[in-house]
């Protein structure tokens, strides 16, 4: 049986795999919602063909321009961490780039989140805690869904809740080029961790 390791001597590390930083160098800088969301795409991707996490991809930009802050995959199973999701990874690194808790700042830049499929309900409660000013999706939560993937309790409420709040939604963007990498994950799965 595995002995339990102290509590003082616990830490959590959330990394990005060793291909990002060169994945990341060969790519241009992105200026439009599409170039943006391709890039998102291009992550979620070449994250399952590599089998270093599920199929979404995600990333924070300066919002306007193209300015990236932090990019995630998901690292769930990679990391043992059932938090580990793209947008989770993503938001906490940008958040760590700038040296803050938030992304909001008063009368400064605001940051808009890039993923591949819409949020699932800590995703997106994340969103709203972490000061973003735009949340931009391409597929549809449905899409996950149908893969047996657990998404929790997102309503439609719930993006309306975001929107009274100042976070502009935008969804559908490049969605078919997202579903694409949820069927490959499907296909080269042995199965869905959360469902």
Excluded at 7 to 15: A, R, Y
Excluded at 132 to 148: D, S, W
Excluded at 175 to 195: K, M, P, T
């Amino acid at each position: 049986m595995k002995t339990a390791p102290a509590l003082n001597h616990l830490e959590i590390k959330l990394t990005l795999p060793d291909w990002v930083r060169p994945f990341l160098k060969k790519n241009s800088p992105c200026s439009t919602d599409e170039e943006k969301m391709r890039l998102a795409v291009a992550l979620a991707r070449e994250n399952v063909l590599r089998g270093t996490g599920g199929p979404v991809g995600a990333a924070v930009f300066r919002d306007p321009g193209p300015e990236l802050l932090a990019v995630g995959v998901n690292g769930v199973e990679r990391l043992g961490n059932s938090v580990a999701h793209a947008e989770m990874v993503a938001i906490m690194l940008a958040e760590q780039g700038q040296g803050s808790y938030t992304l909001r700042i008063p009368a400064g830049p605001k940051t808009a989140l890039f993923t591949t499929c819409e949020p699932c309900a800590m995703c997106l409660g994340a969103v709203l805690w972490s000061g973003l000013t735009r949340l931009v999706c391409g597929a549809p939560r449905e899409a996950a869904l149908a893969l047996g993937f657990e998404e929790g309790p997102v309503f439609p409420e719930s993006y309306r809740y975001l929107e009274d709040r100042g976070v502009e939604i935008v969804r559908g963007v490049l969605a078919g080029e997202a579903r694409a990498v949820l069927r490959l994950y499907q296909e080269r799965s042995e199965g869905i961790y959360n469902g």
